[in-house]
């Protein structure tokens, strides 16, 4: 499986990003999708996560604030961000698993200034 994720940049505080993971294969096959980041001198970190059946997970940090999606016929998970502080400034990455596997996308940088 391979992702592709996408939708970073730099945005004020307060301020809203949407991140996009596209997957190789049907997301609903895969049992579960998560983001997470590594902000700089910070261990990674896991934000917001979804299963096959669509349970969702979030970070005590983001909840409230972050949203998980999912479109079935674009294979894709999105992250919708807002209310944006400078503690989410990090680097993002999807990550798909299954029973055996587990794949990453590239990494996408989020940055809020203050």
């Given amino acids: 499986v391979q992702l592709q994720a996408s939708g970073g940049g730099l945005v004020q505080a307060g301020g809203s990003l949407r991140l996009s993971c596209a997957a190789s294969?049907?997301?609903f096959s895969i049992n579960y999708m998560g983001w997470?980041?590594?902000?700089?001198?910070?261990?990674?970190?896991?934000?917001?996560?979804?299963?096959?059946?669509?349970?969702?997970?979030?970070?005590?940090?983001?909840?409230?604030?972050f949203t998980l999606s999912r479109d079935g016929d674009k294979n894709t998970v999105y992250l919708q961000m807002n209310s944006l502080k400078p503690e989410d400034t990090a680097v993002y990455y999807c990550n798909a698993k299954s029973t055996g596997w587990s794949a990453w996308g590239q990494g996408t940088q989020v940055t809020v200034s203050s």
């Fill in 36 to 65: 997470y980041r590594r902000a700089p001198g910070k261990q990674r970190e896991l934000v917001a996560g979804v299963t096959a059946v669509g349970s969702t997970n979030y970070a005590d940090s983001v909840k409230g604030r």
């Fill in 25 to 27: 294969t049907s997301i």
